[in-house]
């Protein structure tokens, strides 16, 4: 079972799943604080090598099985071209201005 984008509980989480998605990089950095950090795997990633690397350039796509923490931390099938299809966790820093500092990202 999935739950839809629109269903997520966290309005800059539900932007980040949304922008990914849509492939629009524009939005996709809007979300991101300047000085924005990720990791994948508990290793720290160069942050826009990695996302045009596993998000762009691969169509990557996010299905949200699970919400947790206020909808800060989710449960996802994640697929692009490079992978296939993947079970993934995702957790998120989202500052007091709705930006996010910091996402992580893994094997779930």
Known sequence: MTIAPAK???PTV???VNAVNA???DAFMALLADDATMSDDGSDRDLD???DREIFSSHGHM???NESKGGRALIARYSNDTWGEMRT???FTVSE???ISR???GQA
């Open 8 to 10: 997520l509980s966290d």
């Open 14 to 16: 539900r932007a980040f």
């Open 23 to 25: 492939h629009d990089r």
């Open 49 to 51: 090598d990695w996302t």
């Open 63 to 65: 299905e949200v099985e």
């Open 89 to 91: 966790a995702w957790r």
């Open 97 to 99: 201005d709705g930006r």
């Open 103 to 105: 996402f992580e990202t």
